[in-house]
C-alpha cells in the first residue's frame, strides 16, 4: 500500500511564506530603484533648470547691452543733427556705421517733427520695411510719448507685409530745446535673435520672443521637439509688454550612471519573471498546442476548398504537394503523385514531348509570367484543357525551393469561346447578307445598265447584219463595248459573291485603299440615288495585316450608316467624306458625314448589341464592326463632326495597326 505523508496547515503555511519571500525582495528592489530613478531625475530636473535660469539671465543681459550700446550712439547722433550744420552729411556717414556695425537693425529714417521723411538709409532695401507705419497705433504713440517726454521710446511691436515681426526705436531730436525731430530705426525681431544668439546657445535651447497672448514674433533654435523646461523673463527693452520665453531640452547626461540603474531594473525584473516562467511554460505550451491544431483545421479546411488545384515541386522536378482540387481535376490520389517524377501520370502521350519541353522551362525559371495553357490527362484517359501559373516556392528561411503552380480547368471555358467565335462569325455573315438584301434594289439597277446597254448594242449589230452593208470595221466598235459593258456586270456580280461568301477570318497584308474602292463601287448606285457626294482622300498607304472581307464589312456598313443619316440634310450639303491618315505605327481612318448628329445619351449605347434607333434595324452592325476592329487589335469610337457646315454630323473612326501583334 502507498501511504501519503500529510502536510501540517503550518508547514504549508512556511512553504508558501518561503515561496513568497523572494517575490517580496524583489517588489522591494524595484520599489527601491523606482525611488533612486526619480530621485536622480529631480535632481537631474533642478540642476537643468538652475543652468537655463543662469543661460536665459545671460542672454538678456546680453541684448540689453546690445541694445543699451545702440540707444547710445543714436542719441549721441540726435545732438550731432540738433548741433551740426551739414546735418544730412552727418546722418548718412553715422547712419551707414550703425547699419554696418549692427545688422540687426533693418533701417535708420530721420523724419521731422510733422512725421514727414527727410532722410532714409537704407533708401530701398530688399528685404527690410520702408519705414514703421506711423499712423498705427503702436508707432504712433511711441512717436507721440518720445516726441512729448523728449525720451528715447520703443514702440509695440508690430508686422508689417512680409509677415515679419518688428519694434521701433524713437529718439527725439531737440534744437533750442524745441522739438525738431526724430530718429526711428527699426529692428526686425528675428533678424535680432539671429544676429545677436550664439549658435551654441541653439543647440540647448528655444529662444522665443513673444507677448502676455502667448503670440510668437521670432524665434531661433536648431533643434525640434517639445519640452516642459522653459524660463519667462520680461524683454525690456524694448518692453512694449514683450516676454523672452527660453525653452530647454534636455541632455543626456549620466548615461552610465542610468544604464547601470536600468540594468538592475531589468534583472531584477527577469528574476521576478523567471519565478513564473515554469508555471507559465506549460500554459503557454498547452495553448500553443492548440493554437497550432486550430491553425492546421484551418488550413486544412481552407485547402480541401479550394477550386484552384495546386501543385509544389522540388528543384528537380519532384512532386512534393498537391492539394484536394488538384486530385479531383486529375483523378489520381495524392498518393499516386508525391514522389513522382517526370513524366507524370497526367501528361497526355500525344504531348509528351512538348509537355516535357514545357517542365524544362518552368524548371529553368523562364515559365510565361501570365500564364500557359496546356492539355492534361485524367485517370480515365479524358484529356482537359488546362491553365497553369507557376511561381517560386520560397521557405521561411527566404530560400528557393522549387515551384509552386496554380492549375485551373478552361475545358469548358474554351468551349464557350469557341462556341461564342463561331456565333459571332455566323452573325457577321447574317449581317452581311442584311446588308446585300438592303442594297438588293440598288444592284439590281447597277446592273440593269450594263445588261441593257449589252441587249442595245446586240440589236444594232443584228441590224447591220440584216441591211447585208456591215463590215468588220463598223462592228469591231460596237462588240468592244459590249465586252467593256460584260465585264462591268460581272465584276457587279463577283463583287457580290465575295462580300456574302462565307469564309473563316484570315488577316493577311492588306490594301486599305483597294479596300474603300471596293466599298465605293458598291455604294455608288446608292449615293447618286440619294444625291450625295462622296469625298475620298486616300494618300500613298502601306499594307496592313488585316481581313480584307472583314474591313469590307466595316467601311460599308459605316458608310452606308453615315449615307442615311444625311437623309434631312438639304441636297448641296450631303458630301460623306472618307480619309485615311498614317499614324504612329497605325492607319486611322474616318468615315464624316453631315447628319443630325448623335445625341450624347444614344453614343453611350452604339456599340450596344441589338441596340438601334432604326424601325425596322436589327442594331448589329455597329456592335460587329466594333468586334471586327477589336479582332484587328484596332479600335472604333464615333465623336462629333466639328468642321460640317451645317453645325452637325458624326465622324466614325477606327485604326488599325501597321505591324501585326
Same mark, same amino acid.
Given at each position: 500500500?502507498?501511504?501519503?505523508?500529510?502536510?501540517?496547515?503550518?508547514?504549508?503555511?512556511?512553504?508558501?511564506?518561503?515561496?513568497?519571500?523572494?517575490?517580496?525582495?524583489?517588489?522591494?528592489?524595484?520599489?527601491?530603484?523606482?525611488?533612486?530613478?526619480?530621485?536622480?531625475?529631480?535632481?537631474?530636473?533642478?540642476?537643468?533648470?538652475?543652468?537655463?535660469?543662469?543661460?536665459?539671465?545671460?542672454?538678456?543681459?546680453?541684448?540689453?547691452?546690445?541694445?543699451?550700446?545702440? +540707444?547710445?550712439?543714436?542719441?549721441?547722433?540726435?545732438?550731432?543733427?540738433?548741433?551740426?550744420?551739414?546735418?544730412?552729411?552727418?546722418?548718412?556717414?553715422?547712419?551707414?556705421?550703425?547699419?554696418?556695425?549692427?545688422?540687426?537693425?533693418?533701417?535708420?529714417?530721420?523724419?521731422?517733427?510733422?512725421?514727414?521723411?527727410?532722410?532714409?538709409?537704407?533708401?530701398?532695401?530688399?528685404?527690410?520695411?520702408?519705414?514703421?507705419?506711423?499712423?498705427?497705433?503702436?508707432?504712433?504713440?511711441?512717436?507721440?510719448?518720445?516726441?512729448?517726454?523728449?525720451?528715447?521710446?520703443?514702440?509695440?511691436?508690430?508686422?508689417? *507685409?512680409?509677415?515679419?515681426?518688428?519694434?521701433?526705436?524713437?529718439?527725439?531730436?531737440?534744437?533750442?530745446?524745441?522739438?525738431?525731430?526724430?530718429?526711428?530705426?527699426?529692428?526686425?525681431?528675428?533678424?535680432?535673435?539671429?544676429?545677436?544668439?550664439?549658435?551654441?546657445?541653439?543647440?540647448?535651447?528655444?529662444?522665443?520672443?513673444?507677448?502676455?497672448?502667448?503670440?510668437?514674433?521670432?524665434?531661433?533654435?536648431?533643434?525640434?521637439?517639445?519640452?516642459?523646461?522653459?524660463?519667462?523673463?520680461?524683454?525690456?527693452?524694448?518692453?512694449?509688454?514683450?516676454?523672452?520665453?527660453?525653452?530647454?531640452?534636455?541632455?543626456?547626461?549620466?548615461?552610465?550612471?542610468?544604464?547601470?540603474?536600468?540594468?538592475?531594473?531589468?534583472?531584477?525584473?527577469?528574476?521576478?519573471?523567471?519565478?513564473?516562467?515554469?508555471?507559465?511554460?506549460?500554459?503557454?505550451?498547452?495553448?500553443?498546442?492548440?493554437?497550432?491544431?486550430?491553425?492546421?483545421?484551418?488550413?486544412?479546411?481552407?485547402?480541401?476548398?479550394?477550386?484552384?488545384?495546386?501543385?509544389?515541386?522540388?528543384?528537380?522536378?519532384?512532386?512534393?504537394?498537391?492539394?484536394?482540387?488538384?486530385?479531383?481535376?486529375?483523378?489520381?490520389?495524392?498518393?499516386?503523385?508525391?514522389?513522382?517524377?517526370?513524366?507524370?501520370?497526367?501528361?497526355?502521350?500525344?504531348?509528351?514531348?512538348?509537355?516535357?519541353?514545357?517542365?524544362?522551362?518552368?524548371?529553368?525559371?523562364?515559365?510565361?509570367?501570365?500564364?500557359?495553357?496546356?492539355?492534361?490527362?485524367?485517370?480515365?484517359?479524358?484529356?482537359?484543357?488546362?491553365?497553369?501559373?507557376?511561381?517560386?516556392?520560397?521557405?521561411?528561411?527566404?530560400?528557393?525551393?522549387?515551384?509552386?503552380?496554380?492549375?485551373?480547368?478552361?475545358?469548358?471555358?474554351?468551349?464557350?469561346?469557341?462556341?461564342?467565335?463561331?456565333?459571332?462569325?455566323?452573325?457577321?455573315?447574317?449581317?452581311?447578307?442584311?446588308?446585300?438584301? +438592303?442594297?438588293?434594289?440598288?444592284?439590281?439597277?447597277?446592273?440593269?445598265?450594263?445588261?441593257?446597254?449589252?441587249?442595245?448594242?446586240?440589236?444594232?449589230?443584228?441590224?447591220?447584219?440584216?441591211?447585208?452593208?456591215?463590215?468588220?470595221?463598223?462592228?469591231?466598235?460596237?462588240?468592244?463595248?459590249?465586252?467593256?459593258?460584260?465585264?462591268?456586270?460581272?465584276?457587279?456580280?463577283?463583287?457580290?459573291?465575295?462580300?456574302?461568301?462565307?469564309?473563316?477570318?484570315?488577316?493577311?497584308?492588306?490594301?486599305?485603299?483597294?479596300?474603300?474602292?471596293?466599298?465605293?463601287?458598291?455604294?455608288?448606285?446608292?449615293?447618286?440615288?440619294?444625291?450625295?457626294?462622296?469625298?475620298?482622300?486616300?494618300?500613298?498607304?502601306?499594307?496592313?495585316?488585316?481581313?480584307?472581307?472583314?474591313?469590307?464589312?466595316?467601311?460599308?456598313?459605316?458608310?452606308?450608316?453615315?449615307?442615311?443619316?444625311?437623309?434631312?440634310?438639304?441636297?448641296?450639303?450631303?458630301?460623306?467624306?472618307?480619309?485615311?491618315?498614317?499614324?504612329?505605327?497605325?492607319?486611322?481612318?474616318?468615315?464624316?458625314?453631315?447628319?443630325?448628329?448623335?445625341?450624347?445619351?444614344?453614343?453611350?449605347?452604339?456599340?450596344?448589341?441589338?441596340?438601334?434607333?432604326?424601325?425596322?434595324?436589327?442594331?448589329?452592325?455597329?456592335?460587329?464592326?466594333?468586334?471586327?476592329? *477589336?479582332?484587328?487589335?484596332?479600335?472604333?469610337?464615333?465623336?462629333?463632326?466639328?468642321?460640317?457646315?451645317?453645325?452637325?454630323?458624326?465622324?466614325?473612326?477606327?485604326?488599325?495597326?501597321?505591324?501585326?501583334?
Amino acid at each position: 500500500m502507498n501511504y501519503v505523508l500529510p502536510v501540517s496547515p503550518g508547514s504549508s503555511r512556511r512553504l508558501r511564506w518561503l515561496l513568497a519571500l523572494p517575490k517580496f525582495g524583489i517588489i522591494l528592489l524595484l520599489a527601491a530603484l523606482l525611488s533612486l530613478l526619480w530621485l536622480l531625475h529631480r535632481n537631474e530636473a533642478e540642476e537643468e533648470r538652475s543652468v537655463l535660469i543662469k543661460d536665459v539671465l545671460w542672454l538678456e543681459q546680453n541684448l540689453r547691452f546690445h541694445l543699451d550700446g545702440n +540707444e547710445e550712439q543714436f542719441q549721441q547722433l540726435a545732438l550731432e543733427i540738433a548741433d551740426h550744420p551739414e546735418r544730412q552729411k552727418i546722418f548718412r556717414v553715422r547712419a551707414e556705421h550703425l547699419l554696418k556695425n549692427s545688422p540687426d537693425i533693418a533701417q535708420i529714417l530721420w523724419i521731422d517733427a510733422g512725421q514727414q521723411l527727410i532722410e532714409a538709409l537704407p533708401t530701398a532695401p530688399a528685404s527690410a520695411p520702408q519705414g514703421p507705419p506711423f499712423s498705427a497705433p503702436s508707432t504712433s504713440k511711441a512717436f507721440e510719448l518720445a516726441s512729448r517726454l523728449g525720451k528715447l521710446q520703443y514702440s509695440e511691436p508690430f508686422f508689417l *507685409e512680409d509677415h515679419r515681426a518688428f519694434v521701433a526705436l524713437f529718439v527725439p531730436i531737440y534744437r533750442e530745446r524745441k522739438f525738431a525731430g526724430m530718429l526711428v530705426a527699426t529692428y526686425p525681431l528675428d533678424t535680432l535673435l539671429a544676429n545677436q544668439v550664439p549658435w551654441w546657445f541653439t543647440e540647448k535651447y528655444k529662444v522665443e520672443i513673444i507677448d502676455d497672448n502667448d503670440i510668437q514674433y521670432a524665434t531661433k533654435t536648431n533643434i525640434e521637439g517639445n519640452s516642459n523646461l522653459r524660463h519667462i523673463i520680461p524683454f525690456d527693452p524694448p518692453g512694449g509688454g514683450l516676454l523672452l520665453r527660453v525653452t530647454g531640452y534636455r541632455s543626456p547626461d549620466n548615461t552610465l550612471q542610468r544604464l547601470l540603474v536600468v540594468a538592475i531594473f531589468l534583472l531584477a525584473a527577469g528574476v521576478f519573471w523567471s519565478l513564473w516562467l515554469v508555471r507559465d511554460l506549460m500554459k503557454k505550451r498547452s495553448h500553443a498546442e492548440e493554437a497550432l491544431r486550430a491553425e492546421h483545421a484551418f488550413r486544412a479546411a481552407m485547402e480541401d476548398s479550394l477550386t484552384v488545384g495546386m501543385r509544389a515541386r522540388d528543384l528537380v522536378g519532384r512532386v512534393i504537394y498537391v492539394n484536394p482540387a488538384f486530385c479531383r481535376m486529375t483523378g489520381f490520389a495524392a498518393e499516386e503523385l508525391v514522389d513522382r517524377n517526370p513524366p507524370m501520370p497526367y501528361w497526355a502521350p500525344e504531348q509528351l514531348e512538348e509537355t516535357y519541353a514545357m517542365h524544362q522551362t518552368v524548371l529553368a525559371g523562364e515559365a510565361p509570367k501570365d500564364g500557359f495553357e496546356i492539355t492534361f490527362m485524367r485517370k480515365n484517359g479524358e484529356r482537359f484543357q488546362a491553365l497553369i501559373y507557376e511561381a517560386k516556392l520560397i521557405d521561411g528561411n527566404g530560400n528557393h525551393t522549387g515551384w509552386m503552380a496554380s492549375v485551373l480547368d478552361i475545358t469548358e471555358r474554351k468551349r464557350a469561346e469557341e462556341l461564342a467565335r463561331q456565333q459571332q462569325e455566323q452573325l457577321q455573315f447574317t449581317s452581311r447578307l442584311v446588308t446585300m438584301g +438592303e442594297m438588293a434594289s440598288t444592284l439590281a439597277h447597277e446592273l440593269n445598265q450594263p445588261l441593257a446597254a449589252i441587249a442595245s448594242y446586240n440589236t444594232g449589230c443584228l441590224n447591220m447584219l440584216d441591211s447585208g452593208q456591215a463590215t468588220p470595221q463598223d462592228l469591231h466598235p460596237a462588240l468592244e463595248k459590249i465586252g467593256l459593258q460584260a465585264q462591268r456586270a460581272g465584276k457587279i456580280i463577283r463583287r457580290v459573291h465575295d462580300f456574302v461568301r462565307k469564309s473563316e477570318p484570315k488577316r493577311a497584308p492588306c490594301a486599305v485603299g483597294e479596300v474603300v474602292e471596293d466599298c465605293l463601287g458598291f455604294v455608288e448606285a446608292e449615293a447618286r440615288k440619294r444625291h450625295i457626294r462622296i469625298d475620298c482622300d486616300l494618300p500613298p498607304l502601306p499594307p496592313v495585316p488585316a481581313d480584307r472581307l472583314m474591313l469590307e464589312q466595316v467601311l460599308l456598313n459605316l458608310i452606308r450608316n453615315g449615307m442615311e443619316a444625311m437623309a434631312a440634310t438639304p441636297e448641296p450639303e450631303r458630301t460623306l467624306r472618307i480619309a485615311v491618315e498614317i499614324g504612329d505605327g497605325e492607319l486611322l481612318v474616318s468615315v464624316s458625314d453631315q447628319g443630325s448628329g448623335i445625341a450624347q445619351e444614344i453614343r453611350d449605347k452604339l456599340f450596344i448589341a441589338f441596340f438601334t434607333t432604326k424601325p425596322e434595324g436589327m442594331g448589329i452592325g455597329l456592335s460587329i464592326c466594333r468586334s471586327i476592329i *477589336e479582332f484587328h487589335r484596332g479600335r472604333l469610337w464615333a465623336e462629333d463632326n466639328l468642321n460640317s457646315p451645317t453645325g452637325s454630323g458624326t465622324i466614325f473612326r477606327f485604326t488599325l495597326p501597321l505591324e501585326a501583334t
